[in-house]
């Protein structure tokens, strides 16, 4: 059987990682928010190679193709997915690892054993995993994330949202929990993005996670070019709104039940408990994960602001 990863070593210098974050391309993950974390990180954090692993083995092409470009008769190119280990150093010159690339659909086993391996074996105690989930908040208010993990004792002050579900199971999901009984601090967090705007980009879900995880692992990570771009897309979004009546209406309601029910922070304690929000039952979250995933999966697109506050 062909290796499942090959490791590029770094030049010149020892590692020393403690912390490795990770995102998957292909499960659930409203608003690209985790993407875009990823794509911020590598954009403005020195980085280089450490693994690359076997796409041929973790991979179904026919689930998910390959983009391939045809011009003037002749296939020019194709984009083909990867999946990778990066060495990052942190503002303040602490590595990190990040692990990112295309969901794995096969070899799960294999492809967590090969990941603690590598990671354990430079010294990594803590793991986070990062995405977006779509919910019923309005895009006017701050962006909560919320935090789960193997160990609950370290995890912030915040409300049980969820309380007891069965989801359908995602790669970052699986790692976080065999990191956790490996004896891992594995933890992940879930950036809450209005359930509008789930399939299309929202900067400000991504540049929450990003201090989410600055907050539970110390690292000095770069929010603020996300913080821009959140600044142009809430006003763009608010120009759309604007002409739409009936938009208006919707994000009037969320905002008046996140109001009611967000309990007020001092401006000084970003350590305070999070906002409880207004959610579903643990059912209806399953439900709603589903439908995401297959409306994802099949490629339907549906418009933007399609539902209404409890859609």
Known sequence: MRPLFTVQHPAGRPVSPRVLIHHFDGAMDAGSAGALAVEQLLMTLPHERLATFDIDSLVDYRARRPVMTYSHNTYSSV??????????????????????????????????AAVAHLVVSMGVGQAIGISGIPMAVPHTRPTYVHLHGSRPELLPAQP?????????????????????????????????????????????????????????????????????????????????????????????????????????????????????????????????????????????????????PGA
Do not use: C
């Open 79 to 112: 984009e083909m997915p990867e999946l990778v280990l990066d060495l990052l150093q942190d503002d303040d010159g602490e590595d990190l690892l990040l692990l990112h690339g295309s969901e794995p659909d096969f070899r799960w086993d294999d492809f967590v």
């Open 160 to 308: 049980e949202l969820f309380g007891h579900v069965e989801l359908p199971g995602s790669m970052a999901a699986y790692l976080e929990l065999r990191l956790g009984e490996m004896g891992l601090d594995s933890r992940g967090a879930s950036a809450a993005i209005p359930h509008y705007l789930a399939r299309d980009e929202f900067p400000q879900g991504a540049s929450a996670l990003l201090a989410a995880v600055v907050q539970a692992t110390g690292l000095a990570l770069p929010v603020g070019d996300l913080e821009a771009a959140a600044n142009v897309n809430r006003a763009e979004i608010d120009a759309e709104a604007s002409q739409q009546p009936e938009v208006s209406a919707v994000v009037s309601a969320l905002e008046a039940q996140y109001d009611a029910l967000a309990p007020r922070m001092a401006p000084q304690d970003h350590r305070a408990a999070a906002p409880a929000l207004d959610l579903p039952s643990a059912d209806e979250i399953g439900a709603r994960l589903e439908a995401f995933l297959e409306s994802k999966d099949s490629g339907e697109l549906g418009p933007r602001w399609g539902g209404g």
